[in-house]
């Protein structure tokens, strides 16, 4: 199994360039979710899905969209970039969430510079 | 949201017992703890969740008092392998609409 995996690993856009990042996982996971973490920070939530077809906001959704149409796959959306957010952005799965559910395995990262 | 405290830093020397302590004094009922490992350019990693009392895994023991209103993470003989940051969260339970929010966690220094 290849857990969690993220496409590109690196990127860098111009300011107003948009672009999409993909996630997939093939434990057969029903939560995925997106977050960002910035130097020295810990990670935000930028947004999740709780099943294929829905999503939701997290504390940081600004910026950004998402869409979950294959249960295998959880994509972010940037529509118009902004050196803000240049950051690492992480993907996760968890099989539910929360409880004794709740163990998120990780991605390893994408990391994009805003120019 | 459940806020967690936990120190910034800590040092320690390879072969030791480490304990990192956090506070979450707005825990909720039946919220769980739980602890992520992060390396360097990688993904958190999940360490060891529990609810109260002890639990104890192949990496790790969580200790939790009675009143949850903190927890310890003890790594055991440490090597300089276990350098990273470690997060104590609280973890909504199942059904929950809440989600993990992660700190800034504790960087733990082995030193040789």
């Known amino acids: 199994n290849a857990g969690v995996t993220q496409t590109p690993k690196f990127r860098v856009l111009k300011t107003g360039q948009s672009m999409t990042l993909l996630c997939a996982q093939d434990?057969?996971?029903?939560?995925m979710y997106w977050y960002r973490q910035d130097p020295g920070m810990g990670l935000r939530l930028i947004h999740y899905?709780?099943?294929?077809?829905?999503?939701a906001k997290g504390e940081v959704p600004d910026g950004y969209n998402v869409s979950r149409l294959k249960k295998q796959n959880f994509l972010l959306g940037l529509e118009s970039a902004a050196p803000s957010q240049t950051s690492v952005y992480f993907c996760?799965?968890?099989?539910?969430?929360?409880?004794?559910?709740?163990?998120?395995?990780f991605g390893p990262g994408t990391r994009l510079t805003v120019l | 949201l459940a806020k967690t405290t936990q120190p910034i830093s800590m040092d320690s020397y390879e072969g030791q017992e480490v304990n990192i302590t956090c506070s979450h004094n707005n825990i909720a009922t039946n919220d769980y703890i739980t602890w992520y490992q992060q390396f360097p350019s990688q993904g958190p990693r999940f360490i060891i969740q529990g609810y109260k009392t002890k639990v104890t895994n192949e990496v790790a023991s969580l200790f939790i008092p009675a009143d949850r209103k903190s927890s310890t993470l003890s790594l055991p003989r440490v090597s300089l392998s276990d350098t990273a940051v470690y997060y104590c969260l609280v973890a909504p339970p199942e059904g929950s609409a809440r989600q993990l929010t992660f700190g800034s966690g504790t960087q733990l220094t082995v030193l040789p």
């Open positions: 899905s709780v099943g294929e077809g829905t999503t």
């Open positions: 996760a799965s968890s099989r539910g969430g929360g409880g004794s559910y709740n163990e998120q395995f």
């Open positions: 434990m057969n996971h029903e939560y």
